[in-house]
DNA sequence: CTTATGACCCTGA
DNA sequence: GTCAGGGCCATAA
């Protein structure tokens, strides 16, 4: 097992422990897996999720607090009609930063 | 080996 | 608060 599958699993473990109603950041995720400034290569691993992995990915935003899809694509309205289902609204494109997972 | 790309982040104006 | 520029890291060609 390389360092770099290791990451990815711990980055993939961290991602099912988010806890539903909240969401996290790229930089955030990859930092409390133990890899920070891999905010990069968290993306990377979701663009290669699998359909079947059954892994909260719709609860990764962007340190702005917002969807990193294009607005008008069906992956952001997706991204957001599945964060809705789970109470995360948006207000004005954007999910407010108390909803993160840390938020001090 | 170098170059290009991407579901990103930080800093300064 | 917003906007632009540079930096980071892993992969693909």
């Known amino acids: 097992m390389t360092e770099i599958n290791d990451a ?17 950041t790229y930089g955030k995720l990859a930092e409390l897996a133990g890899h920070p400034g891999k905010a990069r290569y968290v993306g990377y691993i979701l663009k290669n999720l699998p359909e079947d992995s059954a892994l909260p990915w719709h609860r990764i935003i962007n340190a702005q607090g917002c969807i990193s899809f294009p607005p008008h694509s069906e992956k952001h309205a997706l991204q957001r009609d599945l ?22």
């Open 8 to 24: 990815w699993q711990a980055i993939l473990n961290v991602l099912a422990l988010v806890p539903p109603g909240c969401v996290c």
């Open 83 to 104: 964060l809705e289902n789970e109470g995360v609204f948006l207000v004005r494109d954007r999910i407010p930063l108390r909803t993160t997972l840390w938020q001090g």
